[in-house]
């Protein structure tokens, strides 16, 4: 019973801190065939990839296991005709409400590493799986949530807001403004969430597609005001990489490595690691 607690309390703490996947070098993404569309039910076609160059296809096809559509009305979409190739998967969506559809990657998962005697063993599942399957011997726990979001918008006819509701997970976007209502040389403000509260102080990158033909990288970078807001100004109209992510702690040079569990098996002061990715279309003025 005493293991049984310990397992228990530490999948617990372990899911209010909510630790998420860190951000690796290689950038995820969403590219839409397009964002703004009028017309009879149109359709977009999406690509989901993960690359070292913003929207080109060099390294690898994103996964679409955690594919999510949020149609105009707030339910759920089904995403048509998936399928994944070497360096990109795609898929279509049937625009047939009016309004503003979400599509994101969302990876909300928790990871296990424990010992049985002297053997290593990890497991992936939920706290109430990973709470069954985590023998009650296992020695040196340790528990981490990964989350992230990789996410894009587009609109039918006129824009709206359902479908931007945020969930209270993970690093989100609030639309102050609309995500589909973007133009060159105009200021847009988006504020961010990160598990409901604001993500202030976090750094945020902005690119604009095509850098693999241009000889300078071109981004822009800033960090989220005590609102968890930034501002952009558009320089030119494309497809842009919007990245959000919590400032890393400073390194500390002879400094020992934290331990990785604290007294009784609970978590000391785990680093907190989220990230949140977002394809934007700006629109010539």
Same mark, same amino acid.
């Given at each position: 019973?005493?293991?049984?607690?310990?397992?228990?309390?530490?999948?617990?703490?372990?899911?209010?801190?909510?630790?998420?996947?860190?951000?690796?070098?290689?950038?995820? *993404?969403?590219?839409?065939?397009?964002?703004?569309?009028?017309?009879?039910?149109?359709?977009?076609?999406?690509?989901?990839?993960?690359?070292?160059?913003?929207?080109?296809?060099?390294?690898?096809?994103?996964?679409?296991?955690?594919?999510?559509?949020?149609? +105009? $009305?707030?339910? +759920?979409?089904?995403?048509?005709?998936?399928?994944?190739?070497? /360096?990109?998967?795609?898929?279509?969506?049937?625009?047939?409400?009016?309004?503003? /559809?979400?599509?994101?990657?969302?990876?909300?998962?928790?990871?296990?590493?424990?010992?049985?005697?002297?053997?290593?063993?990890?497991?992936?599942?939920?706290?109430?799986?990973?709470?069954?399957?985590?023998?009650?011997?296992?020695?040196?726990?340790?528990?981490?949530?990964?989350?992230?979001?990789? #996410?894009?918008?587009?609109?039918?006819?006129?824009?709206?807001?359902?479908?931007?509701? +945020?969930?209270?997970?993970?690093? #989100?976007?609030?639309?102050?403004?609309?995500?589909?209502?973007?133009?060159?040389?105009?200021?847009?403000?988006?504020?961010?969430?990160?598990?409901?509260?604001?993500?202030?102080?976090?750094?945020?990158?902005?690119?604009?597609?095509?850098?693999? /033909?241009?000889? #300078?990288?071109?981004?822009?970078?800033?960090?989220?005001?005590?609102?968890? #807001?930034?501002?952009?100004? *558009?320089?030119?109209?494309?497809? /842009? *990489?919007?990245?959000?992510?919590?400032?890393?702690?400073?390194?500390?040079?002879?400094?020992?490595?934290? +331990?990785?569990?604290?007294?009784?098996?609970?978590?000391?002061?785990?680093?907190?690691?989220?990230?949140?990715?977002?394809?934007?279309?700006?629109?010539? $003025?």
């Amino acid at each position: 019973m005493k293991n049984v607690s310990l397992r228990a309390r530490t999948l617990a703490l372990a899911a209010a801190l909510a630790l998420p996947m860190a951000a690796h070098a290689h950038r995820a *993404w969403l590219l839409p065939s397009g964002t703004v569309y009028s017309g009879q039910q149109p359709w977009v076609s999406v690509d989901a990839a993960i690359s070292n160059d913003i929207f080109y296809y060099e390294h690898n096809a994103a996964g679409l296991d955690n594919l999510v559509v949020v149609g +105009p $009305n707030g339910q +759920p979409v089904q995403a048509e005709n998936q399928a994944k190739g070497r /360096y990109r998967s795609m898929f279509d969506v049937k625009l047939e409400q009016q309004g503003t /559809y979400r599509i994101a990657l969302v990876n909300d998962g928790m990871i296990a590493s424990f010992k049985v005697g002297n053997e290593t063993k990890r497991l992936r599942g939920n706290a109430e799986s990973l709470a069954k399957e985590i023998p009650a011997g296992a020695t040196d726990l340790r528990v981490s949530q990964n989350n992230s979001r990789v #996410e894009t918008f587009v609109t039918r006819g006129k824009p709206s807001t359902d479908a931007l509701k +945020p969930t209270g997970k993970g690093i #989100e976007l609030v639309a102050v403004t609309h995500p589909n209502d973007l133009v060159e040389g105009d200021t847009a403000t988006f504020r961010f969430l990160d598990n409901g509260k604001p993500a202030a102080g976090y750094s945020a990158t902005v690119i604009l597609g095509g850098l693999r /033909y241009r000889s #300078e990288l071109g981004e822009m970078r800033m960090d989220t005001d005590a609102n968890g #807001e930034i501002k952009v100004k *558009w320089p030119a109209a494309g497809m /842009y *990489w919007v990245n959000v992510a919590p400032p890393r702690p400073p390194r500390v040079e002879g400094a020992p490595p934290a +331990p990785p569990t604290g007294p009784a098996g609970t978590l000391a002061e785990p680093v907190r690691r989220s990230n949140y990715s977002l394809t934007l279309e700006v629109l010539p $003025n």
